[in-house]
């Protein structure tokens, strides 16, 4: 059974950086594109990142140069980092395995001063 579990969320301040993990179950990780999304209150949910099952990456436009995704494929686990926050970064983070389609249930960043 998939299930993909989302961490380290929190509170920080503009300019800041947070780390997030998402851990996953059963075998299908290392061979799913993976994407981390998210949602502000009032927005519909967006993509951040995504990056396929060799590596290969892509940004939106306002995280790029800022944020960067990874996988560990041995681990089961995606990465983002993210730097240089800023306060419309503010917004549940969501992990997303493609094949089969599953959401994790989604971490909170805040960005405020």
């Known amino acids: 059974q998939v299930q993909l579990v989302e961490s380290g969320g929190g509170l920080v301040q503009p300019g800041g950086s947070l780390r997030l993990s998402c851990v996953a179950s059963g075998s299908f990780f290392v061979i799913s594109d993976m994407h981390w999304y998210r949602q502000a209150p009032g927005k519909q949910r967006e993509l951040v990142a995504g990056?396929?099952?060799?590596?290969?990456?892509n940004y939106a436009d306002s995280v790029k140069g800022r944020f960067t995704i990874s996988r560990d494929n041995a681990k089961k686990t995606l990465y983002l980092q993210m730097d240089s926050l800023k306060s419309e970064d503010t917004a549940v983070y969501y992990c997303h395995q493609s094949h089969p389609s599953f959401w994790g249930q989604g971490t909170q960043v805040t960005v405020s001063s």
């Open positions: 990056i396929t099952r060799i590596g290969s990456t």
